[in-house]
């Protein structure tokens, strides 16, 4: 009897680690269903702006024939509280290749998330457009080394200039480089943006 009693214990006890398994599981699914509930929320919301004519977009924002482009979809996104979001949204546009999404990128600079103003950076010089440079120069003077160095990349790719720019060295010597970079742009950017 005793070892009978025994055996209804144990699993008594193994029948409760599994039951409390299964909660474990539960509350992860629930926890999942919320976040796609309320992202679905968040498409449904983007489909009907879309469809009202909605999003403001730019005068680059449309094919030859008037139709928006697919990445105004995208737009949204840079916005969102979510700072994974509006990384995605960065990399989405950032990977059109298409320069018209630059005046869209450039504020992204000044994102509150690191992750997003060095991605932005980088997307900035994989696109390689010199309309970017003002904005990069300023991301020079970012707090966070990484930035930094993602924007003084963009800036060589772009120009071709090198200002001696180190994103880790001391806040006098950035000072310094960061001024050249801005005299350089106020005597050279017209000439730059136009190709004289």
Same mark, same amino acid.
């Given at each position: ?19 409390q398994g299964f909660q474990d599981t539960l509350i992860e699914v629930e926890k999942n269903l919320s976040f796609y509930k309320n992202r ?15 999003l403001a977009v730019g005068s680059g924002d449309t094919t030859p024939s008037g139709k928006t482009k697919a990445w105004t979809t995208h ?21 059109? $290749?298409?320069?018209?999404? /630059? =005046?869209? &990128?450039?504020?992204? #600079?000044? !994102?509150?998330?690191?992750? +997003? *103003?060095? %991605? ?7 696109? $390689?457009?010199?309309?970017? /440079? =003002?904005? &990069?120069?300023?991301? #020079?003077? !970012?707090?966070?080394?990484? +930035? *930094?160095? %993602? ?21 006098? !010597? ?23």
């Amino acid at each position: 009897m005793r070892a009978l009693r025994g055996e209804l214990d144990a699993q008594k006890e193994a029948g409760g680690k599994q039951l409390q398994g299964f909660q474990d599981t539960l509350i992860e699914v629930e926890k999942n269903l919320s976040f796609y509930k309320n992202r679905v929320i968040e498409l449904e919301e983007s489909l009907r702006v879309l469809s009202a004519g909605g999003l403001a977009v730019g005068s680059g924002d449309t094919t030859p024939s008037g139709k928006t482009k697919a990445w105004t979809t995208h737009l949204q996104d840079l916005q969102h509280a979510n700072g994974g979001l509006r990384l995605e949204a960065v990399y989405a546009l950032g990977e059109t $290749g298409d320069s018209d999404v /630059v =005046p869209h &990128l450039t504020p992204m #600079l000044l !994102d509150e998330d690191l992750f +997003v *103003r060095m %991605a932005t950076a980088r997307m900035l010089d994989d696109l $390689g457009v010199k309309s970017a /440079v =003002p904005a &990069l120069i300023e991301a #020079l003077d !970012d707090v966070q080394g990484a +930035v *930094r160095e %993602a924007a003084v990349v963009a800036l060589r790719r772009i120009t071709g200039e090198d200002m001696g720019f180190n994103p880790v060295g001391s806040d006098v !010597d950035r000072a310094k480089r960061l001024k050249a970079w801005r005299d350089w742009w106020k005597r050279k950017g017209d000439d730059f943006l136009t190709g004289r």
